[in-house]
């Protein structure tokens, strides 16, 4: 008979299902938003090379304005935070911090409570901080949507939905 190997690295075996703390969602939001600006230049880098193609000898880089920098910025960044947290419940921060989005079932997000959150977390990002006082690590977004983030491994978990021990855990 062979063993099976768990995919959990062993110190963080404690913490699977368990809402995850402020340190690990923060560093999670990070890495989002390094995702976001990037994929942001990304797309101005092939606009540009789209009328560098056009025109050579005339080109000039767009001009960026802020209001329609910001306003760009925003609807990718609530596209990308929905989008992910309906299919896979994992934005490229979570999966690097081992976390998850759930329901209040405890189950994937349906596409319109992702978008309601999305649009939540991008507008009042400061929300994120309520964990600090909060028993059960949830942010403002978690309390007023109903909604936990876990800290989750691997693909199948029964979160344990409870508020992490009393060290911030694997971060």
């Not at 050579?56 to 880089?61: E, K, V, Y």
């Not at 609530?78 to 976390?99: D, Q």
């Not at 998850?100 to 994937?108: D, E, F, I, T």
């Not at 978990?157 to 508020?163: F, S």
């Amino acid at each position: 008979m062979t063993a099976r190997v768990s995919p959990i690295p062993h110190a963080a075996r404690p913490f699977q299902g368990r809402r995850a703390g402020l340190v690990t969602r923060t560093l999670a939001a990070v890495v989002d938003l390094v995702v976001v600006v990037t994929a942001f230049w990304l797309g101005y880098a092939a606009v540009s090379g789209v009328l560098f193609a056009m025109e050579p000898a005339g080109f000039q880089f767009p001009d960026v304005a802020l209001g329609p920098w910001v306003a760009a910025e925003y609807v990718l960044a609530v596209g990308y935070l929905t989008l992910r947290w309906s299919t896979s419940g994992r934005t490229v921060g979570a999966l690097v911090m081992g976390l998850r989005v759930l329901n209040r079932n405890g189950s994937r997000m349906r596409p319109v409570g992702a978008l309601l959150r999305a649009i939540f977390c991008v507008t009042f990002p400061f929300g994120l901080l309520w964990i600090v006082v909060s028993a059960e690590n949830r942010s403002l977004q978690d309390l007023v949507l109903r909604t936990s983030v876990i800290y989750d491994w691997h693909r199948r978990v029964r979160p344990a939905l409870e508020p992490a021990a009393a060290s911030e855990g694997p971060a």
